[in-house]
Every structure is written in C-alpha cells, then in structure tokens.
C-alpha cells in the first residue's frame, strides 16, 4: 500500500491522436461520427443548462454561507459531465485522451483548504468554458448533419468528418488533462497543507510536555528551594532543610533530562554531529526487541531528509516495540541514484496497515510532502516490512559534513 496514488503515465501520442482522413464509404466509424453528431445538441443543451443554473444561481448566493459550497458543489458536477463528454469521444470519435487526475482531498485536511482546491481546479472550469459555448455548436452540428442525411448524403462523409474534427479539437483542446505540472501543483498544494498540520501538532505536542512534564517539575523545585530558604533564613537548618534540599536536586536532575528527551524528539544532537547511521543505532538501542542496524551511505543527503529518515525509522521501532509482538527487527538504509532508501523489518505477528491507526498514515503523509514513498507489507502472521524512500538533495555547504 502507498503513501500516495500514482496517476498513470499519459497515453504516448500515436496513430489515434491524428485526424484521420476523410472517407467515401459510410463505414463504422462514419456512422459513429455521426451518432456523436446528433447528439451534440442535446448534450450541449443539457450541459449549457446544468452550467447557467447550477454556477449562476450558487455564485449570486456567494454573498451568503451557503454559495461558496454549492458553487463547489456545481464545479464537482460539470467535472462529472467532463468525465462523460470524455467518454463519448473516445468511443464515438476515437480520440485517444486520458483522464485528469482527482483532486487530492484528504480527510486530514480542514474543510476550507478542500473547499478552496475545488474552487480553484482548472479542469472543472475548463469543462464550463467547453458547456457554455457548446450550445450554437450542437444546434450547428445536429442540424448540418441532420440536414445532410436526407439531402447531401453523397457528400455526408466528407461533412461528418470535417464536423467531427471540430470536435476532436474542442475536446483535446477543453477536456483533456494539461501537462504533469497541473497534477503536481495540485498535490504540492494538498501536501503543503498537510506539512503545516503536522508543524502545528509536532508544536502542540511540544507545548503539553513542556507544560505537563519539565514545567511543572521546575515549579516545584521553586517552591521547594523557597520554603528551603524560608527556614534558613529562621536559622532552623535541621534535617527537614536537607531534606527539601535533597529533594529540589532530585527535581532538577529529572527536569534534566526531560528536557534532553524533548529535545532530543525535536532533532538529536547525534543526528546533526554524527549522522544518521550513528542516530539509528541510538534508536535501536532504545527499542525493546533487538535490532540489527545496517546503513551504506558514501555521503549526507539534506539535513531536512535526514531529519525525515530518522523520525520514520523512530516511529516504526515504537511500533516495533509497541505493537508487533516480534522477537527481532532490522533496519537497512542505503542509497540508489538520488534516492534514498529506508526499509524496517520485523518477525511480529504482522497486520499492520495505513490506516491502522498506529502513526502509519502520518508517516506516509509526511513522505507523500517530500515526494517520497512509503510502502506497507504486514500480511496477518507476518512478517512485516515497510520500505519507506526519499529524495537524496545533496548537502549543501552550510549543512556541514559528516
């Protein structure tokens, strides 16, 4: 299972996508042509309909809560009638077009950025541009062709083809996919917000054991040095003083090193001093089953992918530890061409998956924002692998070296 759905690689152009010459016999695809033809005007009726309604009547309720939604709302319609104007040219016309990627709409994002994605996606107004001047064009072409069967029928071919090109040209034109770049922007901007959710959950959970943990742990040592104070002052340095004291050192040593562990979750001064070989060992030492660490890396990739690669091979030994029941684990990370390969394994009873709710979505979302990959492989019984990869970015000079 993948951190994200690759859309399928656009059809290479070949013999389908040039016009095809005109025909004297009334062949197959002549009659398809001509099927297509005549049902131009009803199809441009109803599409020419479906946009004057549904878009003028949600964009003058804009100035209300409810328009921006149903404006929505109309924009997923008329990608729905692009998906069928698709369709009926490539059975009728044989136009070899492939269909635009899906809007990435996660659940994890707030309801205005999804709401916002959809108000500006390009292929549903692309789609109402193709309705809205569609309507004289049916008229034109139903009755040209209409005409054209029961008085110019020696030269119908010869009409029905140049029509037919028109339409292949609109529709190429309108209703197919523009380049990768319009996808990518797309999932750039999904994924942008899924970074800036995971930044503020990383920052609330900063903030609770901050507050939670060393916080309170330094109030009470202040009160407690403060009422040991208090005695001195009285001149009553007995037991109960040392005592106090004792305890306040107690306090300041715990204090300690709940900071070093917080600190250590925002980013380990291991990873940045020694790299991420010596930071995985550091992890697996942690973690309750023993792991085997192997790492073949000539070189450092980019700070931010080392800091990636660490807190996802981290996560995965907890539910390692947590979770899988195993008796041992590994984790392998090496580098291929300008990639960079992490793969964690474990001989648990497996059954782990994306949405098992143990941080796996997370961590496939937080790849999918750096064009990365993450790939779950925990049949029930085990074992489980999950083989998580990264772009390499070199290490600029001001990252320092290994």
Not at 63 to 80: C, D, N, Q, S, W
Not at 91 to 117: A, H, K, N, T
């Amino acid at each position: 299972m993948t951190a994200r759905i690759l859309s399928a690689a656009p059809t290479p152009p070949g013999d389908g996508d040039r016009l095809p010459p005109a025909r004297f016999a009334f062949d197959r695809h002549t009659w398809k042509e001509i099927a297509h033809l005549l049902a131009n005007l009803p199809m441009a009726v109803f599409g020419f309909v479906y946009v004057m309604t549904a878009l003028f009547t949600s964009t003058m309720l804009t100035v209300t809560v409810v328009g921006f939604p149903l404006l929505a709302l109309a924009l997923m319609g008329a990608r729905l009638i692009g998906k069928f104007e698709r369709g009926r040219a490539r059975r009728l016309l044989g136009v070899r077009i492939d269909e635009p990627s899906p809007l990435p709409l996660r659940r994890e994002s707030g309801v205005v950025q999804r709401l916002w994605m959809v108000l500006k996606d390009p292929v549903a107004w692309r789609t109402v541009l193709y309705d809205a001047m569609r309507l004289p064009w049916g008229v034109v072409t139903f009755t040209v062709t209409l005409v054209s069967l029961f008085v110019l029928w020696p030269v119908l071919p010869f009409i029905a083809r140049g029509l037919a090109n028109a339409d292949r040209a609109m529709v190429r034109g309108l209703l197919s996919p523009s380049d990768e770049l319009e996808r990518r922007i797309a999932e750039l901007e999904s994924d942008r917000g899924v970074v800036v959710d995971t930044a503020a959950a990383d920052l609330r959970r900063i903030e609770r054991d901050l507050h939670d943990g060393a916080q309170a742990r330094l109030v009470n040592l202040a009160m407690g040095l403060g009422l040991a104070k208090e005695k001195l002052l009285e001149g009553r340095a007995d037991e109960q003083v040392a005592a106090m004291v004792e305890e306040a050192h107690g306090e300041v040593k715990l204090a300690l090193q709940e900071l070093r562990d917080l600190a250590r979750g925002i980013h380990p001064a291991v990873l940045t001093d020694r790299g991420l070989d010596a930071a995985l060992s550091s992890v697996a030492s942690r973690c309750t089953v023993p792991v085997r660490v192997t790492a073949d890396l000539g070189e450092r990739p980019a700070a931010a992918i080392e800091g990636i690669a660490y807190f996802t091979v981290s996560e995965l030994l907890q539910n390692v530890s947590k979770h899988s029941g195993a008796r041992s684990a590994s984790v392998e990370v090496w580098r291929t061409d300008d990639r960079l390969l992490i793969q964690v394994s474990d001989d648990g009873g497996g059954g782990a998956r994306l949405d098992g709710g143990t941080g796996m979505r997370g961590l496939a979302e937080r790849l999918d924002a750096v064009d990365g990959l993450f790939v779950v492989e925990s049949p029930p019984g085990g074992p489980t692998t999950v083989t998580a990869e990264l772009p390499w970015r070199e290490r600029t000079a001001d990252q320092g070296t290994r």
